[in-house]
């Protein structure tokens, strides 16, 4: 049973739409809910990490959210190269990264 | 951001050879590193949990016998595929974690290609 599922699998923005990606998990006793970005042959790039409800934090466009069943990152007019996967992850008894499986982003200009 | 990097960043080999991969982190110190798998159009699967100075902690169907992992310093764990076949084609991600100023987070290297003829 997945514990943490992304959604949409994959998303078509146009350039200056902006839109939201979810992340909802079920696991219990969160240590940690981390957002990554990845881009094709390359390893994931950090973005951001929440550690309790209302949490929020802000990177240039994006905005990433926390409640206690899930998470949303936001995109605010994004440009084209902000197209990549964009993935979640949670910590919970340990400390490895349980990801999802991933949103698949493109923003066309 | 913290930076991890590894080495070598792709590798072809003949079935049957064993591979050694290299994970550092470069500018912080890393008790905790951990290994993944990741096939194409799909997620990173945890393989191996690495701890500098202590025996590695594998994943549920991971062979330690066949993934050997050793973290002999606090900026450096490798993994060697033993006797590697086509089926391990993959490409293989590793994370470093970082503890400072009251976080906890975990940065990944660029990863390894490796594709076994």
């Known amino acids: 049973e997945d514990q943490v599922t992304q959604s949409p699998e994959a998303l078509r923005l146009q350039e200056g739409e902006s839109s939201s990606l979810n992340c909802s998990y079920t696991?219990?006793?969160?240590?940690?809910l981390f957002w990554y970005r990845q881009d094709p042959g390359k390893g994931p790039e950090f973005l951001f990490t929440?550690?309790?409800a209302g949490e929020e934090k802000e990177k240039e466009r994006l905005k990433a959210t926390l409640t206690k069943k899930e998470s949303f990152l936001h995109i605010t007019a994004p440009k084209p190269e902000d197209s990549a996967t964009y993935l979640c992850?949670?910590?919970?008894?340990?400390?490895?990264?349980?990801f999802g499986k991933g949103t698949s982003l493109l923003v066309t200009p | 951001g913290a930076v991890v990097s590894q080495h070598p960043s792709r590798v072809i080999c003949k079935s049957g050879t064993s591979v050694k991969i290299e994970c550092r982190s470069l500018?912080?110190?890393?008790?905790?590193m951990f290994w993944y798998r990741q096939f194409p159009k799909q997620s990173l699967m945890l393989m191996a949990t690495?701890?500098?100075?202590?025996?590695?902690?594998?994943e549920q169907g991971v062979e330690k016998d066949k993934f050997l992992i050793n973290h002999a310093s606090l900026t450096l764990s490798t993994l060697t595929v033993t006797s590697a076949h086509p089926e391990d084609s993959s490409f293989y991600i590793c994370?470093?974690?970082?503890?400072?100023?009251?976080?906890?987070?975990?940065?990944f290297g660029p990863g390894t290609r490796l594709t076994v003829l």
């Open positions: 994370s470093a974690r970082r503890l400072a100023q009251g976080r906890d987070e975990q940065f």
């Open positions: 992850a949670v910590t919970y008894s340990g400390y490895a990264l349980n």
């Open positions: 929440l550690y309790s």
């Open positions: 500018d912080f110190q890393a008790t905790t």
């Open positions: 690495s701890n500098e100075g202590s025996k590695a902690t594998y």
């Open positions: 696991v219990s006793g969160l240590r940690g």
